[in-house]
């Protein structure tokens, strides 16, 4: 095709749509959000472009009304994990060799039917089998997604024009080749942008994969896969493959081309997949690159010169949008003692004023969480809080699976800033509160940073310089997105690259071209346009 050198511009990020009532998007997206409620989606595997029904079928529900039964979806077997991996080795060669220019143009195509056909689609799905309300929604399944699309092609075009200095006599220039063989993605089931950015980064670069998507995202997933096809990506390039932990372990964790893995989930299941890996490595053609972001304990730490009121407010946001189940959602806190009792007065204020319940019901400003097994992990913390001398619940604490898996903002305090609500990942609504002595501010500063294995997301809120400078400097390792006088949540592709250390994952920075860089294996090519033709050197005359 056209042989002229491209470079995709830099988009701007997505504008969000606000849903208010009487509003054309509301009245849209009410209509989609009937129209599946009413219907119930049969989900194949799709291999090689094609759709495989195994006859073995899991219920796709609504979390916050476990009776209802948006669908089913097959599972595959070992047989159909390796037929999946044999069709991503059967497209590789022309997917890899089409150019990135024309792959681009696949992901932008994407971006535009997502932006205009098909954002209500998308944001209906991810609302009934997430359970997330309107504005999650669209700040993740339509903004997010769109953006990872968009940016990622322009951050392809950074990668590629990057080229090395070529000196008089030579040619020098670098390949970006893709990894050799194929890429395992594992998507969970809080974010659609996620399970979209964890294939299409990878693919953008000339692989191809084998997905397997969260039990509890399939709706919204299937859905992404669909979009992807219908923009117009080759078959065999990703492949849908909802699956048991036990079918990748006999199959893509022992295979001789699996090349990479790119990850979003859990520490332990990560750690487990790095265990497996490690024990394979003799079987491996190369080395396989694991890229993988997994737990946090987020937090917020307030100096006495913050404003109350602001604390207060990221306090209730970061803490309880999407029932704290965001991998950057604030779970614990450290307040000064002379701000305590007022930035305490607003958040029960807020919490009040707080709607929990079903997402048709747009007054909601938290859902349910994701299934009984998260449900049951939140309250055993809650009730160990309510039988514990060392933490008090001032709100919340209530919870019911009845209809739906519904908890309450919760905020506890603890006593002890070691307390278990204060070290543990929860990842529900549960925020746990440590109030400090304001003359150990840097002594407390210490113990929020050794508190938790997990480094991802952390804010401090202060308006004394030197003081925010200090925490900047004790908190350097403790997250890898650190906020200033704002939630630790809400990085935006392009603005704020996201990812953390520690045991919160490789922090290879999601939305930014740091990521796409590691899906790809650089050769140098040096061009030596005169060889010599003597092997003695001048100096020897």
């Known amino acids: 095709m056209n042989n002229a050198l491209y470079e995709f511009q830099r988009p701007v990020n997505e504008p969000i749509k606000s849903y208010l009532k009487g509003s054309e998007e509301r009245k849209l997206l009410e209509k989609e959000l009937e129209r599946q409620l009413h219907e119930s989606v049969d989900i194949p595997l799709i291999i090689g472009g094609k759709e495989v029904r195994t006859g073995n079928t899991i219920p796709v529900i609504c979390p916050h009304d476990h009776h209802h039964i948006l669908g089913h979806c097959h599972v595959a077997s070992e047989k159909e994990v390796t037929m999946a991996i044999d069709a991503s080795q059967k497209a590789k060669i022309d997917w890899m060799t089409l150019s990135w220019v024309e792959r681009g143009s696949i992901l932008l195509k994407a971006a535009e039917l997502i932006s205009t056909k098909y954002r209500y689609l998308l944001n209906s799905a991810t609302m009934l089998g997430q359970s997330k309300n309107c504005f999650q929604a669209e700040i993740d399944s339509a903004c997010e997604v769109i953006d990872f699309l968009r940016f990622n092609t322009f951050f392809a075009s950074q990668i590629y024009s990057d080229q090395p200095v070529s000196d008089r006599g030579m040619v020098n220039r670098l390949e970006y080749r893709p990894l050799e063989g194929f890429i395992l993605t594992v998507s969970p089931f809080n974010f659609t942008a996620i399970a979209m950015n964890l294939n299409l980064s990878v693919i953008l670069m000339g692989n191809t994969t084998v997905w397997k998507p969260s039990s509890t995202s399939l709706f919204s997933n299937y859905y992404l896969m669909k979009i992807l096809m219908e923009a117009g990506m080759p078959e065999g390039v990703i492949n849908f493959i909802p699956c048991s932990s036990a079918s990748l372990q006999n199959t893509v964790l022992c295979h001789r081309d699996l090349a990479g893995i790119h990850f979003t989930g859990s520490s332990n299941t990560f750690n487990h997949i790095w265990q497996q890996t ?174 938790s294995p997990y480094a991802l997301t952390g804010s ?66 040096k061009e030596t346009l005169i060889p010599p033709t003597h092997h003695l050197y001048p100096y020897m005359d």
């Open 278 to 451: 490690s024990a394979n490595l003799a079987q491996y053609k190369s080395y396989p690159k694991l890229v993988g972001e997994t737990g946090g304990k987020d937090f917020i730490f307030a100096h006495a010169s913050a404003n109350p009121r602001e604390l207060a407010t990221a306090i209730v946001r970061g803490a309880f949008e999407y029932q704290g189940q965001k991998c950057s959602a604030a779970s614990r806190s450290y307040i000064p003692a002379s701000i305590w009792q007022e930035t305490k007065k607003y958040v029960l204020e807020m919490i009040a004023e707080i709607k929990v319940g079903d997402v048709t019901d747009f007054s909601t400003f938290m859902n349910a969480v994701i299934d009984e097994k998260s449900f049951n992990n939140i309250m055993g913390y809650i009730e160990k809080t309510k039988q514990s001398n060392e933490a008090t619940i001032v709100v919340g604490g209530k919870g019911s699976k009845e209809q739906g898996y519904f908890v309450e903002p919760t905020v506890i305090v603890a006593e002890n800033p070691h307390y278990i609500t204060m070290e543990e990942e929860i990842f529900g609504p549960v925020m746990s509160i440590f109030v400090y002595p304001d003359k150990q501010y840097e002594e407390t500063l210490k113990i929020c940073d050794q508190t």
């Open 460 to 525: 401090i809120f202060s308006n004394d310089k030197y003081a925010m400078v200090t925490a900047c400097r004790i908190l350097r390792y403790a997250a890898g997105n650190f906020y200033i006088n704002d939630k630790p949540t809400g990085a935006m592709v392009g603005q704020q690259p996201f990812g953390g250390a520690r045991g919160s994952g490789t922090n290879d920075k999601s939305g930014s071209y740091l990521n796409l860089l590691r899906w790809v294996s650089p050769r140098t090519i």
